[in-house]
């Protein structure tokens, strides 16, 4: 047996859908700095302690694993999937490029625009929830909130149809796997996506509209068409993917302990802290962010050689009591509240004001609407997604 076979399996397993592994408490203490074996068989260095994480991912000398490194691979397959796709390549990871890509986007995520997507997000979610209630109990909240509501959007933001989601959400899924899907399916996604989003940006240069992906059309300095084509499919992953599982796991936890429900409802102005608290304690936010060291770093005492990947978890860093009081426990108040659910640096998740403005919204809304909202089966019965890269819920059955 190798060296890499005899090295823990990472992402860790967990029976509890809501509950971290044992393993984050026991390397935060004991290992900040632990050799993994990720879905690929490929080896890597884990962090798990706050600082550590927010270290490397905040040092703008390492980046993205592009597929130029050595670096270890996050998929079981050789190619095919989000990390190895020609996306991954396309999309400039690195200094001034990167800056200027993001900028472009990051004019679409200001504060002034969030507030103003804020009326039509509460009105679909008001339409979704009475739509779930006319279906009576027990309803599943994933399916009928948690997923269409960030693909309604994130679509309406790209321009993009929204009849169109379950396809979006099969070719997601598929670029998103570790485990699940082969690498002939994952290339394929791959394929099709981009050929979807081709004729899309096609029809957006012949006729703009308010949105996105017409604005990146006709920007003085417009991206090439395969730019155009990997940020709209990175978006529209992004955009929807990790919103829809958070919505899902930010009110299973509300309702876990239902105290922190009634909390919210005799108190309502602890809506945005108790987003923050929910995205800092989500145990189940998938396999963290990669970084390829390209020189020697120390972190906690030990010195990464150039060339190592770094697996960034910021779940784990989340619940570091060197970081937060009581890290544990959920506080629905607590400020302040430095979690790294969203990264840290220049790539720290460019549609976070979205992502925040959606679960605020959502919250409002269904604590307004349905204030009798509980879980419909016991909180050990909920089961995670298995094998892709972003954690998740099967479903959240519910009753009201």
Not at 75 to 88: H, L, R, T, W, Y
Not at 175 to 189: D, H
């Amino acid at each position: 047996m190798s060296e890499v076979d005899e090295l823990p399996r990472f992402p860790f397993e967990s029976d509890a859908a809501l509950e971290p592994p044992a393993e984050w408490a026991e390397l935060r203490s004991k290992c900040p700095v632990a050799h993994v074996k990720l879905a690929s068989g490929d080896q890597a260095a884990l962090l798990t302690r706050h600082a550590d994480v927010k270290q490397i991912l905040s040092d703008p000398r390492f980046t993205r694993p592009t597929p130029a490194d050595d670096a270890a691979r996050i998929s079981d397959s050789e190619e095919g999937g989000i990390f190895n796709s020609d996306m991954a390549e396309v999309i400039p990871q690195h200094g001034e490029a990167h800056l200027t890509w993001r900028r472009g986007i990051g004019k679409w995520f200001t504060a002034k625009r969030m507030n103003a997507l804020r009326p039509g997000i509460a009105a679909m979610t008001e339409q979704l929830i009475d739509e779930m209630v006319a279906k009576g109990v027990p309803a599943d909240l994933k399916a009928s909130l948690g997923f269409p509501l960030p693909v309604w959007v994130i679509c309406d933001m790209l321009g993009v149809p929204d009849a169109d989601r379950d396809r979006f959400a099969h070719w997601s899924d598929t670029m998103l796997s570790m485990t699940r899907f082969s690498a002939a399916e994952m290339k394929a996604a791959e394929q099709e996506f981009g050929m979807y989003m081709a004729g899309h940006i096609a029809l957006k240069r012949a006729n703009p509209g308010d949105d996105l992906l017409s604005a990146l059309i006709t920007d003085p300095e417009p991206m090439s068409d395969v730019t155009l084509i990997a940020t709209g499919i990175g978006l529209l992953i992004a955009g929807h993917e990790t919103t829809a599982n958070m919505i899902t796991k930010m009110v299973a936890m509300l309702l876990s302990d239902r105290t922190r429900w009634e909390s919210l409802l005799a108190d309502p102005s602890l809506v945005r802290t108790a987003v923050e608290e929910a995205l800092r304690l989500d145990a189940n936010a998938g396999v963290g962010m990669a970084r390829y060291l390209t020189e020697d770093v120390e972190i906690a005492g030990t010195v990464l050689p150039r060339g190592t990947t770094a697996m960034c978890s910021m779940a784990a860093a989340n619940r570091d009591e060197e970081a937060f009081a009581r890290a544990a426990e959920m506080d629905l108040g607590r400020t302040p509240n430095q979690h790294l659910a969203f990264g840290a640096g220049a790539h720290a998740c460019l549609g976070q004001p979205l992502a925040r403005t959606e679960l605020q919204v959502v919250l409002e809304v269904l604590l307004r609407k349905l204030p009798s909202l509980d879980l419909a089966v016991p909180v050990q019965d909920l089961r995670r997604v298995e094998g892709l890269v972003v954690g998740g819920l099967v479903e959240l059955p519910v009753r009201w």
